[in-house]
């Protein structure tokens, strides 16, 4: 699933937003973001690249624009060019767990494994109780460290508990082997 990064949709599972803008940023990049991820809630993928790129192109600096332009480009199969926007977003802000997200599933595609991986990881380690990277990991994990996956399964599941009640989350841990499920499953936290 692509991650696209809004306040005002934070409701949506996908959708998160970067704190407030610092006063050198115009407002207007806000309305036009919000506007661009309307077009893309709505299925209207080039009109919300037209934004993004216009907003780029007016000088903004926000690692958000730079990682939905990219995701939006990754979702319509520009992986090249995605992979470009990604890391930029990356460099804007390496705090950004949608971006290294993304950019692990656009590496993916491009088959680049090991380097998908590492991204999707360094997503987990922002983000403990990151779910969707998280099963990205498993999906990817014959690439992997298992002893590694296992780990940061245990750290998703002591930093929430609740995690046990997403079916994803049990086929992922089930994925890791039944052993290790069934010691998910019946610990309480274990590991910090």
Do not use: W
Request: glycine share 6%.
């Amino acid at each position: 699933m692509d991650k696209f990064t809004h306040k005002s949709f934070e409701s949506h599972n996908s959708l998160r937003r970067e704190p407030s803008r610092s006063n050198d940023v115009p407002s207007s990049i806000t309305a036009k973001e919000q506007v661009a991820l309307t077009l893309i809630n709505n299925g209207k993928l080039k009109e919300a690249e037209i934004i993004y790129r216009e907003l780029i192109e007016e000088g903004s600096k926000s690692h958000v624009i730079y990682g939905n332009l990219g995701a939006l480009l990754k979702k319509k199969g520009d992986i090249r060019d995605s992979i470009v926007l990604l890391k930029k977003a990356i460099q804007l802000n390496p705090n950004y767990p949608e971006a290294h997200y993304n950019l692990g599933i656009a590496l993916k595609a491009q088959g680049d494994l090991e380097q998908a991986f590492a991204s999707t990881f360094k997503s987990l380690q922002i983000r403990p109780d990151y779910l969707d990277a998280l099963l990205n990991l498993c999906n990817m994990y014959q690439v992997g460290d298992l002893e590694t996956l296992k780990y940061m399964s245990r750290r998703a599941f002591n930093y929430n508990q609740n995690i046990l009640n997403d079916l994803r989350f049990i086929q992922a841990i089930s994925s890791l082997g039944k052993d290790f499920a069934k010691s998910i499953i019946s610990t309480k936290s274990s590991d910090g």
